[in-house]
């Protein structure tokens, strides 16, 4: 078939209607107008309305994960904060509570040792202030060790209180610190007044006793004490000073079986919560101490002596 006779046309199958450029003249004038028309008249917010509200599930569903995501990294975020935060607060109540504690134990010891300079004015002997740094390692005996010894010019025998009545007695002295035994060890004596009768007896240590006590011995059956009378230091032995606090009297065991009479006291002193003590001189050592005693002695003449 000669090539002159051959049909041109692409066959109805592949027609593609009008040309690519009448297509793109007719939808630019159609835009212009429908935004001329949009702008003038607002017919199109109904129908952008209408597609907003249809596509917003999809858009909502779409956004989920991302929102997932943020939320998620701002929950551990916020965890870990809310954490940090929770340990700094127990951190800052810890030592709010520390201080707490330390404020009402430097009361405690403010108000102690107001009274023990009270109480030392009131004694008319030298008196040194010490600390207990700890008990005895005996744990068969009752004693303590205070953080004063004989370079601080404590001696032997000397008396120790606190701030409510007698502690015990220095027993051995050191350089720097000093062991005071007790008067609830069973070895320590001390002579007391009966504040209401005025009768005398000696204390001692009760060893039977775990809470520490006392216990005056050699006492008739009949003899006239009642349970909460005052003891006192009497004086007599030349060490104590006199009228210290030393005890009350708590029990009382009037036994047909025995010729005396068994009675308890408990120490008025801290013998077992005690910090601050004073260390006072003992009577004796007061009057050697003092020159004008010895000075007011009468002398003895002989009979040779001159006047």
Same mark, same amino acid.
């Given at each position: 078939?000669?090539?002159?006779?051959?049909?041109?046309?692409?066959? &109805? $199958?592949?027609?593609?209607?009008?040309?690519?450029? %009448?297509? #793109?003249?007719?939808?630019?004038? +159609?835009?212009? !107008? #429908?935004?001329?028309?949009?702008?003038?008249? *607002?017919?199109?917010? &109904?129908?952008?309305?209408?597609?907003?509200?249809?596509?917003? &599930?999809?858009?909502?569903?779409?956004?989920?994960?991302?929102?997932?995501?943020?939320?998620? @990294?701002?929950?551990? /975020?916020?965890?870990?904060?809310?954490?940090?935060?929770?340990?700094?607060?127990?951190?800052?109540? *810890? !030592?709010?509570?520390?201080?707490?504690?330390?404020?009402?134990?430097?009361?405690?010891?403010?108000?102690?040792?107001?009274?023990?300079?009270?109480?030392? /004015?009131?004694?008319?002997?030298?008196?040194?202030?010490?600390?207990?740094?700890?008990?005895?390692?005996?744990?068969?005996?009752?004693?303590?060790?205070?953080?004063?010894?004989?370079?601080?010019?404590?001696?032997? *025998?000397?008396?120790? #209180?606190?701030?409510?009545?007698?502690?015990?007695?220095?027993?051995?002295?050191?350089?720097?610190?000093?062991?005071?035994? +007790?008067?609830?060890? =069973?070895?320590?004596?001390?002579?007391?007044?009966?504040?209401?009768?005025?009768?005398?007896? #000696?204390?001692?240590?009760?060893?039977?006793?775990?809470? *520490?006590?006392?216990?005056?011995?050699?006492?008739?059956?009949?003899?006239?004490?009642?349970?909460?009378?005052?003891?006192?230091?009497?004086?007599?032995? @030349?060490?104590?000073?006199?009228?210290?606090?030393?005890?009350?009297?708590?029990?009382?065991? =009037?036994?047909?079986? %025995?010729? $005396?009479?068994?009675? =308890?006291?408990?120490?008025?002193?801290?013998?077992?919560?005690? +910090?601050?003590?004073?260390?006072?001189?003992?009577?004796? @050592?007061?009057?050697?101490? =003092?020159? /004008?005693?010895?000075?007011?002695?009468?002398?003895?003449? @002989?009979?040779?002596?001159?006047?």
């Amino acid at each position: 078939m000669p090539l002159g006779t051959l049909d041109r046309s692409p066959p &109805p $199958f592949f027609r593609q209607g009008p040309s690519a450029l %009448s297509k #793109l003249v007719f939808f630019g004038v +159609l835009a212009v !107008l #429908l935004m001329v028309a949009d702008h003038r008249f *607002g017919f199109i917010k &109904p129908v952008r309305a209408a597609i907003a509200t249809v596509l917003y &599930p999809l858009q909502w569903s779409m956004l989920q994960p991302v929102i997932w995501t943020r939320d998620s @990294g701002k929950y551990l /975020e916020s965890l870990n904060t809310s954490q940090a935060n929770e340990a700094a607060a127990q951190y800052r109540l *810890g !030592l709010q509570s520390q201080r707490a504690q330390q404020v009402e134990q430097l009361a405690q010891e403010n108000a102690r040792l107001r009274e023990l300079l009270g109480l030392r /004015e009131r004694v008319n002997a030298p008196a040194l202030a010490a600390q207990i740094l700890y008990d005895a390692a005996d744990p068969y005996t009752r004693k303590v060790i205070i953080d004063k010894g004989s370079l601080a010019a404590v001696i032997p *025998g000397s008396p120790v #209180l606190d701030e409510l009545g007698v502690l015990g007695q220095v027993t051995r002295v050191y350089p720097l610190v000093s062991e005071v035994t +007790l008067i609830t060890d =069973r070895n320590q004596a001390i002579p007391v007044l009966n504040v209401r009768t005025g009768l005398r007896a #000696l204390a001692f240590g009760d060893a039977a006793s775990s809470a *520490g006590a006392l216990e005056l011995r050699f006492l008739d059956a009949n003899v006239d004490v009642e349970q909460g009378d005052l003891l006192t230091t009497s004086g007599v032995d @030349g060490v104590y000073p006199p009228g210290l606090q030393v005890a009350r009297v708590t029990a009382i065991d =009037r036994g047909t079986d %025995s010729a $005396f009479a068994r009675v =308890r006291c408990e120490p008025v002193a801290a013998v077992t919560t005690g +910090l601050h003590v004073l260390v006072l001189q003992p009577m004796a @050592g007061q009057a050697l101490a =003092r020159p /004008e005693v010895a000075a007011d002695l009468p002398v003895a003449k @002989g009979k040779g002596a001159q006047p």
